[in-house]
């Protein structure tokens, strides 16, 4: 059984940065694609940025230049840089995982960014 577990966030000040990590397990395959989104209260959930197995990347306009996603195949884990944090940036993040066709999500991480 796959699980995804996540883990990185918490409270920062505005400018500020924070890694989140995701490691994947109950999969002896490498997964295709590996993605974080996120979710603000009373928005619906968006991709910040997604990364292949090939280390393909794609960003969201919104985080691009300020976020770095990149991932370890043989450790079945992604990783989110995010720096220069604005308080719009504050939701839960999800990480996903993708392997054929099926998705997989942790249970998310609060990020929470002060003004």
């Known amino acids: 059984q796959v699980q995804l577990v996540e883990s990185g966030g918490g409270l920062v000040q505005a400018g500020g940065s924070l890694r989140l990590s995701c490691a994947a397990s109950?999969?002896?395959?490498?997964?295709?694609?590996m993605r974080w989104y996120r979710q603000a209260p009373g928005k619906q959930r968006e991709l910040v940025a997604g990364?292949?197995?090939?280390?393909?990347?794609n960003y969201a306009d919104s985080v691009k230049g300020r976020f770095t996603i990149s991932r370890e195949n043989a450790k079945n884990t992604v990783y989110l840089q995010m720096d220069s944090l604005k308080s719009e940036d504050t939701a839960v993040y999800y990480c996903?995982?993708?392997?054929?066709?099926?998705?997989?999500w942790g249970q998310g991480t609060q990020v929470t960014v002060a003004s």
């Open positions: 996903n995982a993708q392997l054929t066709l099926v998705n997989y």
């Open positions: 109950g999969s002896d395959r490498s997964f295709y694609a």
């Open positions: 990364i292949t197995r090939d280390g393909d990347t």
